[in-house]
Protein backbone atom coordinates (compact mmCIF):
# COMPACT_ATOMS: atom_id res chain seq x y z
CA UNK A 1 0.00 0.00 0.00
CA UNK A 2 2.87 2.22 1.05
CA UNK A 3 4.78 1.70 -2.62
CA UNK A 4 1.25 2.40 -4.41
CA UNK A 5 0.63 5.87 -2.44
CA UNK A 6 4.13 6.49 -3.50
CA UNK A 7 3.71 5.65 -7.04
CA UNK A 8 0.07 7.56 -7.57
CA UNK A 9 2.10 10.81 -5.67
CA UNK A 10 5.63 10.40 -6.95
CA UNK A 11 -1.27 26.72 -30.12
CA UNK A 12 -2.68 27.51 -31.42
CA UNK A 13 -2.17 31.26 -30.92
CA UNK A 14 -4.82 33.72 -30.23
CA UNK A 15 -5.02 36.51 -32.62
CA UNK A 16 -3.10 39.46 -32.20
CA UNK A 17 -3.35 43.07 -33.39
CA UNK A 18 -0.80 44.44 -35.82
CA UNK A 19 -0.01 47.04 -33.41
CA UNK A 20 2.17 44.78 -31.21
CA UNK A 21 3.26 41.55 -32.99
CA UNK A 22 5.24 38.94 -30.88
CA UNK A 23 8.54 37.66 -32.95
CA UNK A 24 10.22 35.71 -30.78
CA UNK A 25 9.99 33.82 -27.41
CA UNK A 26 12.45 31.48 -25.42
CA UNK A 27 12.10 28.45 -25.00
CA UNK A 28 10.90 29.01 -28.97
CA UNK A 29 7.38 28.31 -29.81
CA UNK A 30 6.90 24.58 -30.92
CA UNK A 31 10.60 23.87 -30.01
CA UNK A 32 11.73 21.33 -27.32
CA UNK A 33 14.16 22.42 -24.75
CA UNK A 34 16.00 19.77 -22.58
CA UNK A 35 16.03 21.27 -19.62
CA UNK A 36 13.24 23.50 -17.56
CA UNK A 37 13.19 27.04 -18.24
CA UNK A 38 14.69 29.33 -15.91
CA UNK A 39 12.56 32.08 -17.46
CA UNK A 40 10.39 33.36 -20.22
CA UNK A 41 10.81 35.79 -22.67
CA UNK A 42 8.55 37.49 -25.18
CA UNK A 43 9.77 39.83 -27.76
CA UNK A 44 7.50 42.22 -29.82
CA UNK A 45 8.45 44.06 -32.96
CA UNK A 46 7.10 47.75 -30.93
CA UNK A 47 7.42 48.86 -26.93
CA UNK A 48 4.24 47.52 -24.79
CA UNK A 49 3.60 47.81 -21.22
CA UNK A 50 2.46 45.83 -18.35
CA UNK A 51 -0.48 47.28 -17.36
CA UNK A 52 -3.26 44.52 -17.60
CA UNK A 53 -0.70 42.22 -18.82
CA UNK A 54 -0.90 38.63 -17.39
CA UNK A 55 1.39 35.54 -18.11
CA UNK A 56 0.34 32.27 -17.10
CA UNK A 57 2.35 28.85 -17.95
CA UNK A 58 -0.01 25.63 -17.92
CA UNK A 59 0.67 23.29 -16.17
CA UNK A 60 0.48 25.51 -13.42
CA UNK A 61 3.96 26.57 -12.33
CA UNK A 62 4.80 29.50 -10.07
CA UNK A 63 6.27 32.66 -11.98
CA UNK A 64 8.02 35.85 -11.28
CA UNK A 65 7.08 39.70 -11.32
CA UNK A 66 7.72 40.28 -15.27
CA UNK A 67 9.72 43.25 -16.30
CA UNK A 68 10.85 44.68 -19.77
CA UNK A 69 13.76 45.81 -21.13
CA UNK A 70 15.46 47.06 -24.51
CA UNK A 71 13.38 49.20 -25.20
CA UNK A 72 10.46 47.72 -23.26
CA UNK A 73 10.03 45.57 -26.49
CA UNK A 74 11.50 42.42 -24.39
CA UNK A 75 9.06 41.20 -22.16
CA UNK A 76 10.71 38.68 -19.21
CA UNK A 77 9.36 36.19 -16.58
CA UNK A 78 11.40 34.25 -13.66
CA UNK A 79 10.06 30.83 -13.55
CA UNK A 80 9.96 30.08 -9.51
CA UNK A 81 9.14 26.26 -9.96
CA UNK A 82 10.67 24.13 -12.94
CA UNK A 83 8.06 22.86 -14.78
CA UNK A 84 7.85 19.62 -15.30
CA UNK A 85 8.47 16.94 -18.65
CA UNK A 86 5.82 17.29 -21.14
CA UNK A 87 4.07 19.61 -23.10
CA UNK A 88 3.90 23.63 -22.08
CA UNK A 89 1.35 26.41 -22.86
CA UNK A 90 2.11 29.94 -22.52
CA UNK A 91 -0.65 32.47 -22.31
CA UNK A 92 0.22 36.19 -22.42
CA UNK A 93 -1.38 39.70 -22.55
CA UNK A 94 0.20 42.69 -22.74
CA UNK A 95 -0.86 46.65 -23.43
CA UNK A 96 0.51 48.09 -27.06
CA UNK A 97 1.83 51.53 -27.45
CA UNK A 98 -1.48 52.69 -28.69
CA UNK A 99 -3.71 51.31 -25.79
CA UNK A 100 -4.79 48.03 -27.26
CA UNK A 101 -4.41 45.07 -25.34
CA UNK A 102 -2.95 42.06 -27.25
CA UNK A 103 -3.11 38.21 -26.38
CA UNK A 104 -2.24 35.51 -27.48
CA UNK A 105 -0.27 31.87 -26.16
CA UNK A 106 2.06 29.27 -27.75
CA UNK A 107 3.52 25.90 -27.22
CA UNK A 108 7.28 24.32 -25.62
CA UNK A 109 8.09 20.90 -23.98
CA UNK A 110 10.51 20.12 -21.80
CA UNK A 111 12.87 17.00 -22.76
CA UNK A 112 14.05 14.11 -22.35
CA UNK A 113 11.39 12.53 -23.24
CA UNK A 114 11.48 12.79 -27.02
CA UNK A 115 8.95 11.20 -29.81
CA UNK A 116 10.35 9.77 -33.00
CA UNK A 117 8.52 10.62 -36.09
CA UNK A 118 7.84 8.70 -39.43
CA UNK A 119 10.55 10.59 -41.06
CA UNK A 120 12.96 8.21 -39.84
CA UNK A 121 14.45 10.17 -36.21
CA UNK A 122 15.91 7.56 -34.43
CA UNK A 123 16.90 7.79 -30.74
CA UNK A 124 19.55 6.04 -28.68
CA UNK A 125 20.52 6.07 -24.81
CA UNK A 126 23.96 7.37 -23.65
CA UNK A 127 26.09 4.50 -22.57
CA UNK A 128 23.87 1.67 -23.42
CA UNK A 129 26.03 -1.04 -22.90
CA UNK A 130 26.98 -0.11 -19.28
CA UNK A 131 23.77 0.89 -18.17
CA UNK A 132 22.48 -2.37 -19.09
CA UNK A 133 24.84 -4.22 -17.05
CA UNK A 134 24.62 -1.67 -14.40
CA UNK A 135 20.65 -2.11 -14.70
CA UNK A 136 20.95 -6.03 -14.64
CA UNK A 137 23.05 -5.87 -11.69
CA UNK A 138 20.06 -3.83 -10.31
CA UNK A 139 17.17 -6.37 -11.16
CA UNK A 140 19.71 -9.27 -9.77
CA UNK A 141 20.18 -7.52 -6.65
CA UNK A 142 16.60 -6.55 -6.25
CA UNK A 143 15.69 -10.42 -7.34
CA UNK A 144 18.10 -11.81 -4.19
CA UNK A 145 16.92 -9.18 -1.47
CA UNK A 146 13.10 -10.05 -1.91
CA UNK A 147 13.78 -13.46 -3.37
CA UNK A 148 15.79 -14.26 0.42
CA UNK A 149 12.89 -12.41 2.50
CA UNK A 150 10.08 -14.86 0.95
CA UNK A 151 12.13 -17.90 0.35
CA UNK A 152 12.91 -17.71 4.75
CA UNK A 153 9.30 -16.76 4.85
CA UNK A 154 8.52 -20.14 2.88
CA UNK A 155 10.72 -22.28 5.26
CA UNK A 156 9.62 -20.77 7.99
CA UNK A 157 6.10 -21.81 7.61
CA UNK A 158 7.48 -25.61 6.96
CA UNK A 159 6.54 -27.87 9.82
CA UNK A 160 9.78 -29.51 11.25
CA UNK A 161 11.86 -27.47 8.69
CA UNK A 162 15.47 -28.39 9.15
CA UNK A 163 18.00 -26.14 11.26
CA UNK A 164 20.46 -25.71 8.41
CA UNK A 165 19.55 -22.24 6.67
CA UNK A 166 21.43 -21.38 3.60
CA UNK A 167 23.73 -18.27 4.49
CA UNK A 168 22.01 -14.84 4.17
CA UNK A 169 22.72 -12.87 0.53
CA UNK A 170 20.80 -9.88 1.51
CA UNK A 171 23.45 -7.76 2.80
CA UNK A 172 26.03 -8.73 -0.28
CA UNK A 173 22.98 -7.77 -2.77
CA UNK A 174 22.15 -4.77 -1.37
CA UNK A 175 25.74 -3.56 -1.41
CA UNK A 176 25.66 -4.82 -5.18
CA UNK A 177 22.58 -2.48 -5.65
CA UNK A 178 24.08 0.49 -4.31
CA UNK A 179 27.27 0.20 -5.94
CA UNK A 180 25.11 -0.32 -9.17
CA UNK A 181 22.84 2.81 -8.63
CA UNK A 182 25.72 4.59 -7.58
CA UNK A 183 27.71 3.89 -10.97
CA UNK A 184 23.76 4.67 -12.97
CA UNK A 185 24.10 7.74 -11.00
CA UNK A 186 27.58 9.01 -12.49
CA UNK A 187 26.53 7.95 -16.20
CA UNK A 188 23.65 10.24 -15.63
CA UNK A 189 25.40 12.92 -14.38
CA UNK A 190 28.43 13.07 -16.45
CA UNK A 191 29.85 16.56 -16.75
CA UNK A 192 27.09 18.12 -14.99
CA UNK A 193 26.76 19.52 -11.69
CA UNK A 194 25.41 18.33 -8.82
CA UNK A 195 22.98 20.64 -8.39
CA UNK A 196 21.58 20.10 -12.30
CA UNK A 197 21.65 16.71 -11.59
CA UNK A 198 19.92 16.60 -8.29
CA UNK A 199 17.17 19.23 -10.16
CA UNK A 200 16.70 16.81 -13.05
CA UNK A 201 13.38 13.96 -12.25
CA UNK A 202 15.84 11.03 -13.24
CA UNK A 203 18.61 12.41 -11.44
CA UNK A 204 16.15 12.41 -8.42
CA UNK A 205 14.97 9.03 -8.83
CA UNK A 206 19.21 7.73 -9.20
CA UNK A 207 19.19 9.76 -5.22
CA UNK A 208 16.44 7.97 -4.48
CA UNK A 209 17.30 4.55 -5.52
CA UNK A 210 20.88 5.01 -4.09
CA UNK A 211 19.63 5.63 -1.15
CA UNK A 212 16.78 2.61 -1.06
CA UNK A 213 19.51 0.75 -1.32
CA UNK A 214 22.18 2.16 0.96
CA UNK A 215 19.00 1.59 3.60
CA UNK A 216 18.26 -1.84 3.03
CA UNK A 217 22.07 -2.53 3.87
CA UNK A 218 21.83 -0.56 7.09
CA UNK A 219 18.43 -2.52 8.33
CA UNK A 220 20.18 -5.69 7.45
CA UNK A 221 23.78 -4.39 9.62
CA UNK A 222 21.23 -3.29 12.67
CA UNK A 223 19.39 -6.98 12.06
CA UNK A 224 16.10 -5.75 11.20
CA UNK A 225 15.42 -7.73 8.03
CA UNK A 226 11.82 -6.88 7.88
CA UNK A 227 12.82 -2.80 7.36
CA UNK A 228 14.83 -3.63 4.37
CA UNK A 229 11.08 -3.59 2.62
CA UNK A 230 10.55 -0.56 2.40
CA UNK A 231 13.87 1.04 0.91
CA UNK A 232 13.79 -1.64 -1.76
CA UNK A 233 9.86 -0.92 -2.17
CA UNK A 234 11.28 2.59 -2.81
CA UNK A 235 13.73 1.56 -5.52
CA UNK A 236 10.96 -0.10 -7.24
CA UNK A 237 8.49 2.71 -7.33
CA UNK A 238 11.78 4.63 -8.45
CA UNK A 239 12.03 1.80 -11.55
CA UNK A 240 8.28 2.36 -12.47
CA UNK A 241 8.58 5.71 -12.70
CA UNK A 242 11.40 5.55 -15.08
CA UNK A 243 9.97 2.97 -17.22
CA UNK A 244 8.63 3.38 -20.97
CA UNK A 245 5.31 2.63 -20.02
CA UNK A 246 4.93 5.72 -17.38
CA UNK A 247 5.47 7.29 -20.63
CA UNK A 248 1.90 6.03 -22.05
CA UNK A 249 -0.33 6.19 -19.00
CA UNK A 250 1.00 8.31 -15.98
CA UNK A 251 -0.63 6.34 -13.12
CA UNK A 252 -1.40 2.88 -14.68
CA UNK A 253 1.71 2.94 -16.65
CA UNK A 254 3.70 3.25 -13.25
CA UNK A 255 1.59 0.50 -11.45
CA UNK A 256 2.31 -2.25 -14.18
CA UNK A 257 5.84 -1.84 -14.34
CA UNK A 258 5.57 -1.69 -10.03
CA UNK A 259 3.69 -5.30 -9.94
CA UNK A 260 5.69 -6.73 -12.91
CA UNK A 261 9.16 -6.20 -11.63
CA UNK A 262 7.79 -6.99 -8.52
CA UNK A 263 6.70 -10.28 -9.53
CA UNK A 264 9.40 -11.24 -11.84
CA UNK A 265 12.26 -10.69 -8.95
CA UNK A 266 10.35 -12.30 -6.79
CA UNK A 267 9.71 -15.63 -8.79
CA UNK A 268 13.56 -15.69 -9.89
CA UNK A 269 14.64 -14.63 -6.58
CA UNK A 270 12.54 -17.11 -4.25
CA UNK A 271 13.65 -19.79 -6.59
CA UNK A 272 16.97 -19.12 -5.79
CA UNK A 273 17.06 -19.17 -2.20
CA UNK A 274 14.73 -22.14 -2.55
CA UNK A 275 17.37 -23.80 -4.82
CA UNK A 276 19.96 -23.05 -1.64
CA UNK A 277 17.84 -24.22 1.23
CA UNK A 278 17.71 -27.66 -1.11
CA UNK A 279 21.53 -27.76 -0.72
CA UNK A 280 21.45 -27.00 2.41
CA UNK A 281 18.90 -29.90 3.62
CA UNK A 282 20.49 -32.63 1.61
CA UNK A 283 18.67 -35.41 2.38
CA UNK A 284 16.00 -34.27 4.08
CA UNK A 285 13.64 -35.63 1.70
CA UNK A 286 9.82 -34.65 3.22
CA UNK A 287 11.08 -30.79 4.02
CA UNK A 288 12.68 -30.34 0.31
CA UNK A 289 9.14 -31.89 -1.03
CA UNK A 290 6.79 -29.94 1.32
CA UNK A 291 9.32 -26.52 0.37
CA UNK A 292 9.23 -26.95 -3.25
CA UNK A 293 5.40 -27.63 -3.39
CA UNK A 294 4.97 -24.28 -1.39
CA UNK A 295 7.05 -22.46 -3.96
CA UNK A 296 5.23 -23.82 -6.55
CA UNK A 297 2.11 -22.41 -5.59
CA UNK A 298 3.66 -19.25 -4.92
CA UNK A 299 5.23 -19.55 -8.46
CA UNK A 300 2.02 -19.80 -10.23
CA UNK A 301 0.36 -16.49 -9.16
CA UNK A 302 3.55 -14.55 -10.02
CA UNK A 303 4.08 -16.13 -13.09
CA UNK A 304 0.52 -15.17 -13.92
CA UNK A 305 1.38 -12.14 -12.93
CA UNK A 306 4.13 -11.20 -14.72
CA UNK A 307 2.38 -12.81 -18.01
CA UNK A 308 -0.56 -10.12 -17.38
CA UNK A 309 1.32 -7.35 -16.39
CA UNK A 310 4.49 -7.95 -19.05
CA UNK A 311 1.13 -8.46 -21.82
CA UNK A 312 -0.51 -4.92 -20.83
CA UNK A 313 2.85 -3.14 -20.80
CA UNK A 314 3.58 -4.41 -24.63
CA UNK A 315 0.47 -3.57 -25.72
CA UNK A 316 0.70 0.19 -24.25
CA UNK A 317 4.38 0.39 -26.07
CA UNK A 318 4.27 -1.30 -29.05
CA UNK A 319 2.31 -1.80 -31.86
CA UNK A 320 1.46 -5.34 -33.18
CA UNK A 321 2.99 -4.86 -36.88
CA UNK A 322 6.33 -3.68 -34.78
CA UNK A 323 6.81 -6.82 -32.87
CA UNK A 324 9.14 -8.14 -35.70
CA UNK A 325 10.83 -5.42 -37.35
CA UNK A 326 12.02 -2.76 -34.62
CA UNK A 327 15.05 -4.17 -32.16
CA UNK A 328 12.59 -3.25 -29.33
CA UNK A 329 10.18 -5.43 -30.53
CA UNK A 330 12.24 -8.06 -31.28
CA UNK A 331 13.78 -8.07 -27.52
CA UNK A 332 10.76 -8.15 -26.44
CA UNK A 333 9.88 -11.49 -28.03
CA UNK A 334 12.69 -12.87 -27.60
CA UNK A 335 12.04 -12.08 -23.57
CA UNK A 336 8.31 -13.29 -23.57
CA UNK A 337 10.11 -16.68 -25.57
CA UNK A 338 12.40 -16.90 -22.07
CA UNK A 339 9.57 -16.55 -20.11
CA UNK A 340 7.48 -19.61 -21.65
CA UNK A 341 10.65 -21.39 -21.53
CA UNK A 342 10.98 -21.03 -17.77
CA UNK A 343 7.48 -21.39 -17.62
CA UNK A 344 7.70 -24.85 -19.66
CA UNK A 345 10.82 -26.07 -17.05
CA UNK A 346 8.60 -25.12 -14.17
CA UNK A 347 6.12 -27.56 -15.17
CA UNK A 348 8.60 -30.26 -16.14
CA UNK A 349 9.76 -30.01 -12.55
CA UNK A 350 6.49 -29.85 -10.46
CA UNK A 351 5.82 -33.07 -12.74
CA UNK A 352 9.07 -34.66 -11.94
CA UNK A 353 8.37 -33.64 -8.09
CA UNK A 354 4.99 -35.57 -8.52
CA UNK A 355 6.41 -38.85 -9.78
CA UNK A 356 10.25 -38.77 -8.84
CA UNK A 357 10.97 -36.87 -5.56
CA UNK A 358 13.49 -33.96 -4.76
CA UNK A 359 16.03 -35.13 -6.58
CA UNK A 360 14.64 -35.14 -10.71
CA UNK A 361 13.02 -31.72 -10.32
CA UNK A 362 15.89 -29.94 -9.12
CA UNK A 363 18.00 -30.23 -12.51
CA UNK A 364 14.77 -28.39 -14.28
CA UNK A 365 14.82 -25.58 -11.22
CA UNK A 366 18.23 -24.91 -11.67
CA UNK A 367 18.23 -24.36 -15.36
CA UNK A 368 15.16 -22.23 -14.84
CA UNK A 369 16.86 -20.17 -12.34
CA UNK A 370 19.87 -19.14 -15.27
CA UNK A 371 16.45 -18.53 -17.57
CA UNK A 372 15.31 -15.89 -15.10
CA UNK A 373 18.72 -14.28 -14.97
CA UNK A 374 18.55 -14.23 -19.16
CA UNK A 375 15.25 -13.07 -18.51
CA UNK A 376 16.26 -10.29 -16.22
CA UNK A 377 19.00 -8.98 -18.39
CA UNK A 378 16.28 -8.56 -21.87
CA UNK A 379 14.59 -6.28 -19.44
CA UNK A 380 17.35 -4.59 -18.67
CA UNK A 381 17.87 -4.13 -22.43
CA UNK A 382 14.70 -3.09 -22.76
CA UNK A 383 14.79 0.18 -20.37
CA UNK A 384 18.13 1.56 -22.85
CA UNK A 385 15.86 1.18 -26.25
CA UNK A 386 13.83 3.51 -27.93
CA UNK A 387 9.73 2.15 -27.94
CA UNK A 388 8.95 1.89 -32.09
CA UNK A 389 7.01 5.14 -32.81
CA UNK A 390 3.57 4.46 -34.02
CA UNK A 391 3.31 6.60 -37.02
CA UNK A 392 -0.66 6.84 -37.30
CA UNK A 393 -0.27 8.15 -33.20
CA UNK A 394 -1.01 11.87 -32.46
CA UNK A 395 1.61 14.00 -31.20
CA UNK A 396 1.57 16.08 -28.04
CA UNK A 397 2.85 19.34 -30.25
CA UNK A 398 3.98 20.17 -33.78
CA UNK A 399 7.65 18.85 -34.69
CA UNK A 400 10.66 21.62 -34.40
CA UNK A 401 11.40 23.04 -37.89
CA UNK A 402 14.97 22.87 -38.70
CA UNK A 403 16.20 24.84 -41.09
CA UNK A 404 14.87 27.65 -43.37
CA UNK A 405 11.18 27.25 -43.61
CA UNK A 406 8.60 28.30 -46.10
CA UNK A 407 5.18 29.79 -45.18
CA UNK A 408 2.11 29.36 -46.83
CA UNK A 409 -1.76 30.81 -45.85
CA UNK A 410 -5.12 30.28 -47.20
CA UNK A 411 -8.65 30.56 -45.93
CA UNK A 412 -10.98 27.58 -46.20
CA UNK A 413 -14.61 29.22 -45.80
CA UNK A 414 -14.49 29.97 -42.22
CA UNK A 415 -11.54 28.20 -41.45
CA UNK A 416 -7.75 29.91 -41.18
CA UNK A 417 -5.00 27.50 -42.54
CA UNK A 418 -1.25 28.27 -41.75
CA UNK A 419 1.50 25.91 -43.18
CA UNK A 420 4.85 25.55 -42.67
CA UNK A 421 7.14 23.45 -45.12
CA UNK A 422 10.36 22.25 -43.44
CA UNK A 423 12.81 20.08 -44.83
CA UNK A 424 11.37 16.48 -44.40
CA UNK A 425 8.20 17.95 -43.04
CA UNK A 426 5.08 20.15 -43.46
CA UNK A 427 2.88 21.20 -40.62
CA UNK A 428 -0.32 22.50 -41.13
CA UNK A 429 -2.62 24.73 -38.66
CA UNK A 430 -6.04 25.16 -38.99
CA UNK A 431 -7.85 27.50 -37.06
CA UNK A 432 -11.69 28.55 -36.54
CA UNK A 433 -13.69 31.08 -34.58
CA UNK A 434 -13.53 30.21 -31.05
CA UNK A 435 -16.29 30.91 -28.34
CA UNK A 436 -14.88 28.08 -25.74
CA UNK A 437 -10.72 27.15 -25.26
CA UNK A 438 -9.47 26.00 -28.21
CA UNK A 439 -8.26 22.97 -27.54
CA UNK A 440 -11.90 22.11 -26.97
CA UNK A 441 -12.57 22.45 -31.40
CA UNK A 442 -12.40 19.51 -33.54
CA UNK A 443 -10.69 19.35 -36.73
CA UNK A 444 -10.43 17.56 -40.00
CA UNK A 445 -7.64 18.19 -42.67
CA UNK A 446 -7.58 16.23 -45.74
CA UNK A 447 -4.70 16.80 -47.85
CA UNK A 448 -3.02 16.18 -51.50
CA UNK A 449 0.18 17.62 -52.94
CA UNK A 450 1.30 17.52 -56.57
CA UNK A 451 4.56 17.80 -56.79
CA UNK A 452 6.73 19.65 -59.73
CA UNK A 453 6.97 16.85 -62.03
CA UNK A 454 2.98 16.17 -61.81
CA UNK A 455 2.77 13.10 -59.71
CA UNK A 456 -0.14 13.42 -57.15
CA UNK A 457 -0.33 11.49 -53.95
CA UNK A 458 -2.49 12.09 -50.76
CA UNK A 459 -0.76 12.93 -47.83
CA UNK A 460 -0.81 11.18 -44.38
CA UNK A 461 -1.47 13.49 -41.54
CA UNK A 462 -1.05 12.69 -38.28
CA UNK A 463 -2.28 15.05 -35.36
CA UNK A 464 0.21 16.96 -33.40
CA UNK A 465 -2.34 19.29 -30.89
CA UNK A 466 -5.67 20.74 -31.45
CA UNK A 467 -6.31 21.62 -35.22
CA UNK A 468 -2.78 20.88 -35.97
CA UNK A 469 -1.45 18.11 -38.42
CA UNK A 470 1.96 17.11 -39.59
CA UNK A 471 3.19 15.05 -42.56
CA UNK A 472 6.87 14.05 -43.34
CA UNK A 473 7.37 15.25 -47.03
CA UNK A 474 10.38 14.85 -49.30
CA UNK A 475 10.05 17.85 -51.27
CA UNK A 476 11.30 18.31 -54.94
CA UNK A 477 12.63 21.72 -56.28
CA UNK A 478 10.34 23.29 -57.98
CA UNK A 479 6.89 24.13 -56.56
CA UNK A 480 4.65 21.91 -54.90
CA UNK A 481 1.10 22.10 -55.08
CA UNK A 482 -0.79 21.42 -52.11
CA UNK A 483 -5.22 20.78 -52.08
CA UNK A 484 -6.99 21.13 -48.58
CA UNK A 485 -10.27 19.62 -47.81
CA UNK A 486 -10.87 21.42 -43.65
CA UNK A 487 -13.58 21.11 -41.66
CA UNK A 488 -14.14 22.10 -37.81
CA UNK A 489 -16.72 20.32 -36.69
CA UNK A 490 -20.70 21.60 -37.55
CA UNK A 491 -20.75 25.03 -36.45
CA UNK A 492 -18.16 26.20 -38.85
CA UNK A 493 -18.02 26.57 -42.45
CA UNK A 494 -14.87 24.57 -43.83
CA UNK A 495 -14.19 23.93 -47.48
CA UNK A 496 -11.45 23.39 -50.08
CA UNK A 497 -8.34 25.79 -50.70
CA UNK A 498 -5.10 25.74 -52.29
CA UNK A 499 -1.22 26.38 -51.62
CA UNK A 500 1.98 26.41 -53.16
CA UNK A 501 5.05 25.35 -51.71
CA UNK A 502 8.67 26.58 -53.56
CA UNK A 503 11.36 24.48 -52.82
CA UNK A 504 13.90 25.02 -51.45
CA UNK A 505 13.61 28.31 -49.60
CA UNK A 506 15.46 31.32 -49.96
CA UNK A 507 15.61 33.38 -46.81
CA UNK A 508 16.04 37.04 -47.66
CA UNK A 509 15.60 39.61 -44.94
CA UNK A 510 17.17 42.39 -47.06
CA UNK A 511 14.49 42.85 -48.99
CA UNK A 512 11.74 42.89 -46.62
CA UNK A 513 14.07 45.49 -45.07
CA UNK A 514 14.09 47.41 -48.62
CA UNK A 515 10.47 47.10 -48.98
CA UNK A 516 9.77 48.76 -45.34
CA UNK A 517 12.24 51.27 -46.38
CA UNK A 518 10.53 52.19 -49.65
CA UNK A 519 7.36 52.06 -48.04
CA UNK A 520 8.38 54.51 -45.48
CA UNK A 521 9.30 57.09 -48.34
CA UNK A 522 5.70 56.84 -50.57
CA UNK A 523 3.53 59.71 -50.23
CA UNK A 524 -0.08 59.20 -50.15
CA UNK A 525 -1.29 56.63 -52.03
CA UNK A 526 -4.64 54.61 -52.71
CA UNK A 527 -5.18 50.91 -50.99
CA UNK A 528 -7.86 48.76 -51.93
CA UNK A 529 -8.95 46.14 -49.02
CA UNK A 530 -10.61 43.26 -49.55
CA UNK A 531 -11.88 41.65 -45.91
CA UNK A 532 -13.58 38.16 -45.08
CA UNK A 533 -14.21 35.90 -42.26
CA UNK A 534 -16.13 33.30 -44.61
CA UNK A 535 -14.32 32.86 -48.23
CA UNK A 536 -17.59 30.49 -48.95
CA UNK A 537 -19.29 34.02 -49.38
CA UNK A 538 -16.32 35.96 -51.14
CA UNK A 539 -13.34 38.16 -50.70
CA UNK A 540 -15.04 40.79 -48.49
CA UNK A 541 -17.01 43.97 -49.59
CA UNK A 542 -14.37 46.45 -51.73
CA UNK A 543 -12.63 49.31 -49.40
CA UNK A 544 -11.07 52.32 -50.85
CA UNK A 545 -8.61 54.08 -48.46
CA UNK A 546 -6.31 56.81 -48.79
CA UNK A 547 -3.18 56.42 -46.53
CA UNK A 548 0.92 57.20 -46.37
CA UNK A 549 3.35 54.75 -46.40
CA UNK A 550 4.18 55.75 -43.03
CA UNK A 551 0.65 55.62 -41.58
CA UNK A 552 0.25 52.20 -43.63
CA UNK A 553 3.58 50.41 -42.01
CA UNK A 554 2.48 51.57 -38.16
CA UNK A 555 -0.92 48.81 -38.43
CA UNK A 556 1.40 46.18 -39.86
CA UNK A 557 3.36 43.44 -38.22
CA UNK A 558 6.67 43.78 -40.47
CA UNK A 559 6.51 47.61 -40.34
CA UNK A 560 9.68 47.19 -37.65
CA UNK A 561 11.79 45.39 -40.91
CA UNK A 562 11.45 42.03 -39.07
CA UNK A 563 9.38 38.61 -39.36
CA UNK A 564 10.62 35.55 -37.45
CA UNK A 565 10.08 33.67 -41.20
CA UNK A 566 11.24 35.81 -44.46
CA UNK A 567 11.36 33.79 -47.60
CA UNK A 568 11.98 34.56 -51.44
CA UNK A 569 9.48 33.59 -53.90
CA UNK A 570 10.01 33.28 -57.55
CA UNK A 571 9.48 36.51 -59.29
CA UNK A 572 6.34 36.62 -61.09
CA UNK A 573 5.55 38.46 -64.15
CA UNK A 574 9.04 40.37 -63.14
CA UNK A 575 7.59 41.22 -59.68
CA UNK A 576 9.71 40.45 -56.79
CA UNK A 577 7.57 38.11 -53.78
CA UNK A 578 7.90 37.78 -50.37
CA UNK A 579 6.85 35.45 -47.77
CA UNK A 580 6.33 36.44 -44.52
CA UNK A 581 5.42 33.96 -41.17
CA UNK A 582 4.69 34.51 -37.61
CA UNK A 583 4.47 31.14 -36.41
CA UNK A 584 3.33 31.98 -32.68
CA UNK A 585 0.21 33.96 -34.05
CA UNK A 586 -0.46 31.47 -37.17
CA UNK A 587 -0.38 34.31 -39.47
CA UNK A 588 1.35 34.63 -43.16
CA UNK A 589 1.92 37.35 -45.64
CA UNK A 590 2.51 37.41 -49.47
CA UNK A 591 3.62 40.38 -50.42
CA UNK A 592 4.25 41.08 -54.83
CA UNK A 593 6.97 44.11 -54.87
CA UNK A 594 7.60 46.71 -58.04
CA UNK A 595 11.26 47.22 -59.08
CA UNK A 596 11.18 50.08 -56.53
CA UNK A 597 10.18 47.74 -53.69
CA UNK A 598 6.95 49.33 -53.34
CA UNK A 599 4.39 46.60 -52.50
CA UNK A 600 1.63 45.88 -55.42
CA UNK A 601 -0.25 43.41 -53.59
CA UNK A 602 -0.32 41.97 -50.17
CA UNK A 603 -2.54 38.94 -49.00
CA UNK A 604 -2.15 38.45 -45.52
CA UNK A 605 -4.20 35.31 -43.99
CA UNK A 606 -4.57 34.98 -39.66
CA UNK A 607 -6.83 32.87 -37.83
CA UNK A 608 -9.91 34.85 -37.86
CA UNK A 609 -10.04 36.49 -41.55
CA UNK A 610 -8.48 36.86 -45.15
CA UNK A 611 -6.98 40.57 -46.28
CA UNK A 612 -6.80 40.75 -49.66
CA UNK A 613 -5.19 44.20 -50.47
CA UNK A 614 -3.87 46.55 -54.10
CA UNK A 615 -1.82 49.18 -53.87
CA UNK A 616 -2.70 51.99 -56.52
CA UNK A 617 0.19 54.08 -56.25
CA UNK A 618 -0.16 58.14 -58.20
CA UNK A 619 1.88 58.30 -61.17
CA UNK A 620 5.06 60.89 -61.31
CA UNK A 621 5.96 62.97 -63.98
CA UNK A 622 9.68 63.86 -64.68
CA UNK A 623 9.86 66.05 -62.42
CA UNK A 624 9.18 63.83 -59.65
CA UNK A 625 5.33 64.96 -58.86
CA UNK A 626 2.76 62.85 -58.31
CA UNK A 627 -0.57 63.61 -60.15
Same mark, same amino acid.
Given at each position: MLSLVLALLLGTAAPASAHATLLFTSPAADATVADSPRSLVLVFDQPVSLSG??? =???? /?? =???????? =???? /?????? @???????? #???????TARDGDVMTGSYRFAVGPRTIALASGQTTAAKDAAPTTALRWLLFAALAVALGEAAGRRLSNHLPNAPAPRPRPWTLPATLVGSVATLA??? $?? $? +?????????? %?????? !?????? +??????? *????? @? @? &???????????????? @?? #??QA?? /?? *???????? #?? %?????? &?? %??? #???RALAAWRGERSPNRALLLSYARLATWLFATVVVTGLISALLLVPLGDLATTTYGQILLAKIALVAVAAGLALAARHRLRRAGTGSSQRPARIETGVLAVVLAFSATLTVL????? *??? !???????????????GARAGEIGISARAAAGRLVIDLTAPQIGGAEKQSYDLKATLADPRGSRRALKLRDCGAGCFYSPVTWRDGTSRLTLTASAGDEWAGGRAGLAVTWPPRPDTGLLRETVTAMRKTPRFTLHELVTSNTARGLGDLKQLPVTGKEFLASEPYGGGTAPVITRLPDEDGHRRLALAYPAEHTQLALTLDEDGRILHETLTAPNHLVTRTFVYPEADEDGHGH
Amino acid at each position: MLSLVLALLLGTAAPASAHATLLFTSPAADATVADSPRSLVLVFDQPVSLSGSFI =RLEP /SA =RLGTPTLS =RGNQ /SLTVPV @RTAPTEGV #HTVDWQVTARDGDVMTGSYRFAVGPRTIALASGQTTAAKDAAPTTALRWLLFAALAVALGEAAGRRLSNHLPNAPAPRPRPWTLPATLVGSVATLALAA $LQ $L +GDGSLSSFTD %TRPGVL !SLVEVA +GFALAAV *AVLVR @R @R &AWAAVPLAAVLVAEAL @RA #HPQAEQ /SV *AGPLLTFV #HL %TAAALW &AG %TLL #HVLRALAAWRGERSPNRALLLSYARLATWLFATVVVTGLISALLLVPLGDLATTTYGQILLAKIALVAVAAGLALAARHRLRRAGTGSSQRPARIETGVLAVVLAFSATLTVLSVPAD *ANR !SLPFAPPLDGPVVPAGARAGEIGISARAAAGRLVIDLTAPQIGGAEKQSYDLKATLADPRGSRRALKLRDCGAGCFYSPVTWRDGTSRLTLTASAGDEWAGGRAGLAVTWPPRPDTGLLRETVTAMRKTPRFTLHELVTSNTARGLGDLKQLPVTGKEFLASEPYGGGTAPVITRLPDEDGHRRLALAYPAEHTQLALTLDEDGRILHETLTAPNHLVTRTFVYPEADEDGHGH
